[in-house]
């Protein structure tokens, strides 16, 4: 999911400055937000352009719910209160299990099979080279 939380402190006084800034899509809304963050907030998260797995969100934030695509489906916006802390959420996006994984998360999988197929290349080639070498010196024993 694309996520945007902040979680503050359960006596805070300026919890509706914050909603309003959270669900704005102005970029200087976004710089005031962040300098809130810094701070008033116990912790907070404002990349909305990288995705994160529920699980992950779910350690942050006490969200209670039995069916999360519903629970996804229907809300855009989230406030949640318990005795000591005050969430405020703004859900971007999401996909669920079976759906195709956006670009930005697959980036990082493709990289890495790239370079772990460049690595194979590479190490067969320098085996080759190594197996060249000892033929033309005659430096090798077969077992």
Not at 8 to 37: I, M
Not at 115 to 143: G, H, P, S, W
Request: hydrophobic share 35%.
């Amino acid at each position: 999911m694309q996520i945007q939380y902040v979680k503050l402190p359960g006596k805070t006084g300026n919890k509706k400055q914050f909603r309003q800034l959270l669900v704005s899509n102005d970029p200087e809304d976004k710089n005031k937000l962040s300098d809130l963050c810094e701070k008033y907030a116990s912790d907070y998260f404002l990349d909305d352009q990288n995705w994160l797995p529920f699980s992950e969100v779910l350690r942050q934030i006490p969200i209670k719910t039995y069916n999360q695509e519903e629970f996804l489906k229907n809300r855009r916006d989230f406030e949640y209160q318990d005795s000591s802390f005050v969430y405020l959420v703004r859900f971007k996006d999401f996909k669920i299990k079976e759906s195709v994984s956006p670009l930005s998360l697959e980036r990082l999988r493709v990289k890495d099979i790239i370079l772990n197929k460049r690595k194979l290349d590479l190490i067969a080639q320098m085996q080759e080279d190594i197996y060249q070498q000892a033929l033309k010196k005659n430096t090798f024993e077969v077992y």
